[in-house]
């Protein structure tokens, strides 16, 4: 199959997206596709008509994740700051001669749904799921919502449109953090009104809309769901602080254990739960939810991620290998599920 590997674009979470991309680009070489990785904003300057015919490695100038997240001026630049249009060079046309586009694209625009809806109009097929359900997930205070109505067990939270509100979280410690994004970017654990108020400052500059959360201390756990299948959970166990963006993607920072250590009745627990959430946000094809068990073990799902990391310390893979699968089989069983909904719905 001629496949396009899209990564990258504007999203704070694009250093993890070109890793993925370059990940998956790999394996679906390794497989026998002809595979093409693009930068989605960055796009293919050369000729576009032979591109699945080149012999390119095109994976080889993508650099490890760092600790602190991409300076998105400097990539803009790089397409020059006045230019508007999001898609780069050659990526529509691309993408249209491809027999469906792997999505390795992670927050902001690759997971909210828009470029979905692209493709939707434009009759690209691609991975995971729909528009209308990445809209859903990808807005926390919206995934809240359709939570609750479907008896999924979430923490508390309330909405901030502006960091001039006034709404002060009844106690300490609480959880702030950005309405859509990912890789914990956004994300602070504050113990005080000082902390509280600064937080509150710094997810602005990310998002305008911020949530606070109730904090739930305990066990953090991750399950991911594909084709109706909840897969074997990982307990993440980062060694300091919380599972933010330098724990998930610098090697050595967290301790994760897939299977999970959990009896019988907990791991039926949360698979059911990671079930509910995903039919609950109505998604396609494969999600991860994220959840943390308290000491009294009832679970709370955080969030459900569409387009998940698929890094050498991403989560999904650690899951499939747990089940026999391969990081190869995983990235062919994703297509052939996505292929699979496009075949269902014509």
């Keep these: 199959m001629k496949i ?55 994976s080889e100038k993508v650099a490890p994740v760092s600790e602190t ?60 799921t729909d528009a209308y359900s990445s809209a859903l997930a990808m807005n926390k205070s919206t995934s809240k919502m359709a939570f609750k109505q479907y008896g999924v067990s979430t923490p508390d939270c309330y909405m901030l449109k502006s960091a001039d509100d006034d709404h002060k979280p009844a106690s300490y410690p609480c959880v702030v953090k950005i309405c859509n994004g990912g890789s914990s970017v956004g994300v602070y654990i504050v113990n005080n009104e000082n902390e509280y108020n600064s937080a509150v400052s710094d997810a602005f500059s990310y998002d305008s809309k911020v949530m606070v959360e109730q904090y739930i201390k ?13 897969l074997p959970i990982v307990e993440i166990e980062p060694k300091s602080g919380f599972y933010d963006y330098k724990n998930k993607y610098q090697a050595g920072s967290t301790i994760e254990t897939c299977p999970a250590k959990l009896d019988a009745d907990q791991t039926a627990k949360i698979q059911a739960e990671a079930i509910k959430a995903f039919n609950a946000l109505e998604i396609q094809t494969y999600a991860r939810m994220d959840f943390i068990m308290d000491d009294k073990g009832e679970v709370f799902c955080l969030e459900a991620n569409t387009l998940p990391g698929m890094t050498p310390t991403s989560l999904i893979p650690q899951e499939a290998a747990a089940m026999g699968k391969s990081y190869n089989e995983l990235c062919e069983w994703i297509i052939e599920i996505s292929m699979k909904k496009w075949t269902d719905n014509a």
């Excluded at 899209?6 to 991309?21: C, I, N, P, Q």
């Excluded at 046309?93 to 909210?112: P, R, S, T």
């Design 4 to 58: 396009v590997v899209l990564a990258g674009g504007l999203s704070t979470e694009r250093d993890v997206s070109l890793v993925t991309g370059r990940c998956v680009y790999k394996a679906l070489k390794d497989i026998g596709h002809k595979a093409v990785l693009l930068d989605v904003f960055l796009g293919y300057e050369g000729d576009a008509d032979n591109v699945f015919d080149l012999d390119t490695d095109w």
């Design 69 to 128: 997240a991409p300076d998105l001026d400097a990539v803009r630049a790089m397409r020059g700051q006045a230019i508007k249009e999001f898609f780069g060079p050659n990526v529509i046309k691309i993408c249209q001669a491809a027999d469906i586009v792997f999505m390795a694209l992670h927050g902001d625009v690759g997971e909210n749904g828009k470029i979905q809806s692209a493709f939707d109009l434009l009759g690209i097929k691609y991975t995971g």
């Design 218 to 230: 305990g066990r953090e756990f991750t399950c991911c769901v594909i084709d109706g299948q909840a």
